[in-house]
């Protein structure tokens, strides 16, 4: 599902990951191009470290959205606290199939849409 999502927000948003950590080269930020701020970063992580109880690794999107979201899906399937982020705004979901594509979507142009510039007020 990984090249799925960079597939999705090149086309949505003109957006092309960006590989940041030698010591992490397969995690990839997606960021605005205007305002640089992220709204999304794919990686692999270990289920461990995401409380999950198998062995190994699983990918993961991590996206920004709103604390009323956070409350109301602990207990779904596919969606953890944010990985290494603010929990009380950001979301791990998993990418292994467990989250339909069409809903990882949703969260992605949410997360867009709240990190974009807001127009000032005059």
């Keep these: 599902m990984r090249n799925k999502i ?5 086309k ?6 960006e590989y940041l950590w030698s010591s992490n080269p397969d995690y990839a ?6 305002n640089r701020k992220w709204y999304g970063i794919v990686m692999d992580v270990q289920k461990s470290k995401l409380g999950l109880p198998d062995e190994g690794r699983v990918w993961v ?7 009323a ?8 399937p596919g969606f953890l606290p944010g990985y ?10 998993l990418l292994d199939g467990t989250v339909p594509e069409k ?13 974009r510039d807001k127009e000032r007020s005059r």
């Design 6 to 10: 960079f597939s999705y927000v090149k």
């Design 12 to 17: 949505q948003y003109d957006t092309d990951p």
């Design 29 to 34: 930020v997606l960021r605005h191009r205007r």
């Design 61 to 67: 999107i991590n996206v920004k959205t709103t604390s």
């Design 69 to 76: 979201v956070i409350e109301d899906i602990p207990d779904s």
């Design 84 to 93: 290494h982020m603010n929990k009380k705004y950001w979301l791990s979901i």
């Design 103 to 115: 809903v990882v979507q949703q969260f992605i142009d949410m997360s867009y849409e709240l990190t």
